[in-house]
Nanobody
Framework: VQLQASGGGHVQPGDSLTLSCTAS????????VGWFRRAPGKEHESAAC????????YYADSAKGRFFISRDNAKNTVYLSMYDLKPEDTAVYYC???????????????????WGQGTLVTVSS
């Protein structure tokens, strides 16, 4: 059972990047999935999450209008498409299964959640 985030890199402000969260050994369809990030010197924060039924989607205020979470069930992958990236988006991005997703926030599900290895996104000129 493994969860792997990929797609990070070094981009310039204003660029776009799509991160992938791929599961092996279990199926993401029907599971809540969240993208969290940890910027240098800061705590983890949620960026974008979707509940298991895809009816509740949460975006952090800093991500609204620029980040979009989506699924490809055939590929067992959840994506985070990021546009108009800013230096403050620089962070290690992680995907998590079974976060607690509400319209007002997305939270670590504790023992119910699995974290994947992160992928580094660096936004600088």
């Amino acid at each position: 059972v493994q969860l792997q985030a990929s797609g990070g890199g070094h981009v310039q402000p204003g660029d776009s990047l799509t991160l992938s969260c791929t599961a092996s050994g279990f199926i993401l369809k029907g599971l809540a999935v969240g993208w969290f990030r940890r910027a240098p010197g800061k705590e983890h924060e949620s960026a974008a999450c979707v509940n298991g039924g895809d009816r509740i989607v949460y975006y952090a205020d800093s991500a609204k209008g620029r980040f979009f979470i989506s699924r490809d069930n055939a590929k067992n992958t959840v994506y985070l498409s990021m546009y108009d990236l800013k230096p403050e988006d620089t962070a290690v991005y992680y995907c998590m299964t079974d976060p607690v997703v509400r319209g007002y926030g997305c939270f670590d599900g504790g023992e119910d959640s699995d974290w994947g290895q992160g992928t580094l996104v660096t936004v600088s000129s």
